[in-house]
């Protein structure tokens, strides 16, 4: 197991140069440039302070040198600077992910908590009133677009009913409350954008179970288990649901990069302070540091939610050695 | 004249039959019409102790007959006729209350041993829900029911090879472990559906001698189901033999090769190979079993019977009475 691992993040590293050669030349690439905001429509800057601004930022260097200047500062782990607001990249990070960590966090166990049972219980009720009461909301989840749907119930439980804080990540008399409250405003600013992020893929995991589960009814195990005796909550839940997991397990790793990528959408509907909003300024302001910053945290996040699933399933599935 | 009606009840003795099964028809409703059935007014019964061989060919409703017994006919699967276990009716018997005979009263053996164990638990695992499930014990004294288990089906090693998952065991090790998890709860009534056809010969003889020696040791009652006539009549204390969702002779091994009366059951004993046969071709029966979508009218044999009569394309025949225990379906019996 443990030299698996080691194998597997050796083998990460070309992946992960590989995505940071790909980003870096796109972002480089890409017409227009952190200068050219700054300078291209102000007639008050001489061509040589352009200039200046551009060596400044190594920006005069040809692309392979900027690349191997910036690899060399990552891998003494310095993301470097801002180019908006000159702070640190790594400090523009860290207080931006918290809260999209938190908010995706509790989507993402929302979504599987809620929607493999879901999905269980709906195969188990195939084809009878439950499954197409469950089936036709899932097919509303799918269809029904996210951000409408916040809006409407942003109009209905903040406006209307006025139960819930419309948007942002706490009140504004946040640091005046007792730490029970303080709990209890974060709960209330959260319950809202994680009922609508978990929405959508609420709808398509429940879905995805309940059609592993019906394959895997059909199998001559479960047929063996129910001749067993056992009662059709244990076959389901437990003789069936674990072979069903195989493929979800897949899904598990492949949601864990969203877990840091935020949503833009959501969280400019929601004000949420999180890395969806860093990305987007940052991409639209040429800001490289930040952006290769995000990219790169993204990257590895990534690889990780792979080697993660790999080995879930494993321990998932006898037949899969390490 | 339905043939299923011509003699009620012909061949059950109430008293000494744990299991009987009467009139049985399992349909499958399709996406248009009434749908097909598989099983087609099968009857039969098997006393306490006894062995009941039952053959056909591939397709005759073998296994669902075997399903139905336990409940399983698989969706949408719908079951007629009546199944009596010690004098308790199972057909639309409530699912909890099947759930307490399955694995404790009745057991069953699935055909395919290779996909019949849960691939992601291990032995354990799977033994012991089961003890679990219907007696009253802690775990570890489970745990030591299981090991004894495999011990009783002759598995090497038990208390290691009880820690592996089903894809470090072979074919015929799966078969046993599948035999033993049958025979946890000492059940009366086991239901083999074909035992040995996925092993080779000597596993399969060994495998046959274990069932007999765990039958007379529990006084069980076994249903074997096979297409081999050979094995069949080696083991069984009566013989059904079963085309097209019916049972059209029953008899005994003592006198099937020389006092059958079906010319199926003719055709199948022409078709078993001997060794020291000096013919170099075997005896086949022509033509296929009928597919159950479009039976033929009269007596369903008949597109094959080397021995029809007009008759037999119109009219079902009725079961005859020959004694207690042998009967024929046939208007033009050898
Ligand atoms: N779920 C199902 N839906 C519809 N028809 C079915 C279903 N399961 C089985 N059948 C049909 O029922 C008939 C009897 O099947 P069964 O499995 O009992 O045959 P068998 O006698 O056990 O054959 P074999 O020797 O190959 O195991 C077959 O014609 C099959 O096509
Ligand atoms: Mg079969």
Same mark, same amino acid.
């Given at each position: 197991?443990?030299?698996?691992?080691?194998?597997?993040?050796?083998?990460?590293?070309?992946?992960?140069?590989?995505?940071?050669?790909?980003?870096?030349?796109?972002?480089?690439?890409?017409?227009?440039? #952190?200068?050219?905001?700054?300078?291209?429509?102000?007639?008050?800057?001489?061509?040589?302070?352009? &200039?200046?601004?551009?060596?400044?930022?190594?920006?005069?260097?040809?692309?392979?040198?900027?690349?191997?200047?910036?690899?060399?500062?990552?891998?003494?782990?310095?993301?470097?600077?801002?180019?908006?607001?000159?702070?640190?990249?790594?400090?523009?990070?860290?207080?931006?992910?918290?809260?999209?960590?938190?908010?995706?966090?509790?989507?993402? #166990?929302?979504?599987?908590?809620?929607?493999?049972?879901?999905?269980?219980?709906? &195969?188990?009720?195939?084809?009878?009133?439950?499954?197409?009461?469950?089936?036709?909301?899932?097919?509303?989840?799918?269809?029904?677009?996210?951000?409408?749907?916040?809006?409407?119930?942003?109009?209905? #439980?903040?406006?209307?009913?006025?139960?819930?804080?419309?948007?942002?990540?706490?009140?504004?008399?946040?640091?005046?409350?007792?730490?029970?409250?303080?709990?209890?405003?974060?709960?209330?600013?959260?319950?809202?954008?994680?009922?609508?992020?978990?929405?959508?893929?609420?709808?398509?995991?429940?879905?995805?179970?309940?059609?592993?589960?019906?394959?895997?009814?059909?199998?001559?195990?479960?047929? +063996? &288990?129910?001749?067993?005796?056992?009662?059709?909550?244990?076959?389901?839940?437990?003789?069936?649901?674990?072979?069903?997991?195989?493929?979800?397990? +897949?899904?598990?790793?492949?949601?864990?990069?969203?877990?840091?990528?935020?949503?833009?959408?959501?969280?400019?509907? #929601?004000?949420?302070?999180?890395?969806?909003?860093?990305?987007?300024?940052?991409?639209?302001?040429?800001?490289?540091?930040?952006?290769?910053?995000?990219?790169?945290?993204?990257?590895?996040?990534?690889?990780?939610?792979?080697?993660?699933?790999?080995?879930?399933?494993?321990?998932?599935?006898?037949?899969?050695?390490? | 004249?339905?043939?299923?009606?011509?003699?009620?009840?012909?061949?059950?003795?109430?008293?000494?039959?744990?299991?009987?099964?009467?009139?049985?028809?399992?349909?499958?409703?399709?996406?248009?019409?009434?749908?097909?059935?598989?099983?087609?007014?099968?009857? @039969?019964?098997?006393? =306490?102790?006894?062995?009941?061989?039952?053959?056909?060919?591939?397709?005759?409703?073998?296994?669902?007959?075997?399903?139905?017994?336990?409940?399983?006919?698989?969706?949408?699967?719908?079951?007629?006729?009546? %199944?009596?276990?010690?004098?308790?009716?199972?057909?639309?018997?409530?699912?909890?209350?099947?759930?307490? *005979?399955?694995?404790?009263? %009745?057991?069953?053996? @699935?055909?395919?041993?290779?996909?019949? *164990?849960?691939?992601? @638990?291990?032995?354990?695992?799977?033994?012991?829900?089961?003890?679990?499930?219907?007696?009253?014990?802690?775990?570890?004294?489970?745990?030591? /029911?299981?090991?004894?288990?495999?011990?009783?089906?002759?598995?090497?090693?038990?208390?290691? =090879?009880?820690?592996?998952?089903?894809?470090?065991?072979?074919?015929?090790?799966?078969?046993?472990?599948?035999?033993?998890?049958?025979?946890?709860?000492?059940?009366?009534?086991?239901?083999?559906?074909?035992?040995?056809?996925?092993?080779?010969?000597?596993?399969?003889?060994?495998?046959?001698?274990?069932?007999?020696? %765990?039958?007379?040791?529990?006084? /069980?009652?076994?249903?074997?189901?096979?297409?081999?006539?050979?094995?069949?009549?080696?083991?069984?204390?009566?013989?059904?033999?079963?085309?097209?969702?019916?049972?059209?002779?029953?008899?005994?091994?003592?006198?099937? %090769?020389?006092?059958?009366?079906?010319?199926?059951?003719?055709?199948?004993?022409?078709?078993?190979?001997?060794?020291?046969?000096?013919?170099?071709?075997?005896?086949?029966?022509?033509? @296929?079993?009928?597919?159950?979508?479009?039976?033929?009218?009269?007596?369903?044999?008949?597109? =094959?019977?080397? =021995?029809?009569?007009?008759?037999?394309?119109?009219?079902?025949?009725?079961?005859? *009475?020959?004694?207690?225990?042998?009967?024929?379906?046939?208007?033009?019996?050898?």
């Amino acid at each position: 197991m443990l030299k698996y691992l080691i194998r597997r993040l050796l083998l990460s590293l070309p992946i992960l140069f590989g995505i940071t050669v790909i980003t870096f030349g796109i972002i480089h690439l890409t017409p227009g440039g #952190f200068t050219s905001i700054q300078m291209d429509m102000n007639p008050n800057v001489s061509p040589d302070s352009a &200039a200046r601004l551009q060596e400044l930022y190594d920006l005069d260097k040809p692309l392979y040198q900027q690349y191997v200047l910036w690899v060399s500062r990552l891998l003494r782990l310095d993301f470097g600077r801002s180019f908006l607001d000159q702070r640190l990249v790594i400090a523009k990070i860290g207080e931006r992910l918290p809260a999209t960590l938190l908010l995706s966090g509790l989507s993402i #166990f929302m979504i599987f908590l809620l929607g493999i049972p879901l999905g269980v219980y709906s &195969a188990m009720h195939h084809n009878t009133r439950r499954d197409r009461v469950i089936t036709m909301m899932t097919f509303a989840g799918y269809s029904i677009p996210a951000f409408w749907l916040a809006l409407l119930c942003m109009l209905l #439980f903040s406006v209307i009913l006025d139960w819930l804080p419309m948007s942002g990540i706490r009140d504004i008399d946040h640091d005046f409350l007792s730490p029970l409250g303080k709990f209890w405003d974060y709960v209330l600013h959260l319950i809202l954008p994680v009922t609508i992020t978990a929405f959508g893929g609420l709808a398509s995991i429940s879905r995805y179970t309940r059609g592993n589960m019906l394959e895997v009814v059909r199998q001559d195990y479960i047929r +063996t &288990a129910r001749a067993k005796g056992l009662a059709k909550n244990r076959v389901y839940y437990v003789h069936a649901l674990k072979n069903a997991l195989l493929p979800i397990i +897949t899904i598990i790793g492949l949601a864990i990069p969203g877990l840091i990528g935020g949503s833009f959408i959501f969280e400019t509907i #929601f004000a949420w302070p999180g890395m969806g909003r860093l990305a987007y300024d940052a991409a639209f302001g040429f800001d490289y540091p930040t952006i290769m910053g995000i990219a790169v945290i993204g990257a590895v996040l990534t690889l990780l939610g792979n080697i993660l699933a790999d080995v879930l399933y494993a321990l998932n599935d006898p037949r899969i050695r390490l | 004249m339905p043939w299923t009606h011509a003699y009620p009840g012909a061949i059950i003795v109430p008293d000494s039959s744990i299991l009987s099964v009467k009139d049985l028809v399992v349909a499958f409703p399709g996406v248009s019409g009434e749908g097909v059935q598989v099983v087609r007014g099968c009857s @039969f019964s098997i006393g =306490r102790g006894k062995t009941l061989g039952i053959v056909g060919e591939s397709g005759c409703g073998k296994s669902i007959t075997a399903l139905s017994i336990l409940g399983l006919v698989p969706i949408p699967g719908i079951i007629q006729g009546s %199944i009596k276990y010690q004098g308790q009716e199972l057909v639309g018997l409530e699912e909890k209350e099947c759930e307490k *005979l399955r694995g404790a009263e %009745i057991s069953i053996v @699935f055909q395919d041993p290779s996909t019949a *164990l849960n691939p992601v @638990f291990n032995l354990e695992q799977q033994l012991v829900e089961t003890i679990l499930r219907h007696k009253n014990i802690g775990s570890r004294e489970a745990c030591d /029911m299981a090991i004894e288990s495999l011990k009783q089906v002759d598995i090497p090693d038990p208390q290691k =090879r009880i820690k592996d998952y089903p894809h470090q065991l072979s074919g015929g090790m799966k078969q046993r472990v599948l035999i033993a998890m049958a025979l946890l709860c000492d059940p009366s009534c086991l239901i083999l559906d074909e035992p040995t056809t996925a092993l080779d010969v000597t596993v399969q003889a060994q495998i046959l001698d274990l069932i007999e020696l %765990i039958q007379r040791s529990k006084n /069980m009652s076994i249903i074997l189901i096979s297409h081999d006539l050979g094995i069949i009549s080696e083991i069984s204390d009566e013989i059904a033999i079963m085309y097209a969702g019916r049972i059209v002779e029953t008899t005994c091994p003592s006198e099937i %090769i020389n006092s059958h009366r079906h010319p199926y059951t003719k055709g199948l004993i022409e078709s078993i190979p001997k060794i020291d046969s000096k013919k170099k071709k075997l005896k086949t029966i022509s033509g @296929f079993p009928p597919d159950p979508q479009e039976m033929p009218s009269g007596c369903p044999f008949h597109p =094959r019977c080397t =021995r029809r009569l007009e008759k037999c394309v119109k009219l079902m025949p009725p079961k005859t *009475l020959v004694n207690d225990n042998m009967s024929y379906a046939c208007w033009n019996p050898v």
